[in-house]
């Protein structure tokens, strides 16, 4: 059965940074597309990353490119969002998530997803 274990959260202020780490089971794994999702309360969620395995590519949302550095280490079957330069917009629920969707961004097209990690940013 498919799992993801997501872990990195906590409170900083503006400015700081923040590592988020996602280790998936092998079955999961498999999955083409592995990211991280956010949802701020009473707004939708949106993907934040996502790593294209199929032509190792990545893929990030405007409002975080330039500031977020997602990453994959095939031993360790884990996948990181580096957040460097953190605003309080960015606070919300981080989401690991593994299934078809980097291309589309479409929370539809996930598989699987982790419990969430909370991220809150103060000014």
């Known amino acids: 059965q498919g799992q993801l274990e997501e872990s990195g959260g906590g409170s900083v202020q503006a400015g700081g940074s923040l590592r988020l780490t996602c280790t998936a089971s092998?079955?999961?794994?498999?999955?083409?597309?592995l990211g991280w999702f956010r949802q701020a309360p009473g707004k939708e969620r949106e993907v934040v990353a996502c790593?294209?395995?199929?032509?190792?590519?990545?893929s990030y949302a405007d409002s975080v490119k330039g500031r977020f550095t997602i990453s994959e280490e095939y031993a360790k079957n884990s996948v990181y969002l580096q957040m460097n330069s953190l605003k309080p917009e960015d606070t919300a629920m981080y989401y690991c998530?593994?299934?078809?969707?980097?291309?589309?961004?479409?929370?539809?097209?996930?598989?699987?997803w982790g419990e969430g990690t909370l991220v809150t940013i103060s000014p």
């Open positions: 790593i294209y395995r199929t032509s190792r590519t990545t």
């Open positions: 998530a593994a299934g078809h969707y980097c291309r589309s961004g479409s929370a539809s097209a996930v598989s699987y």
């Open positions: 092998e079955i999961i794994y498999s999955s083409n597309s």
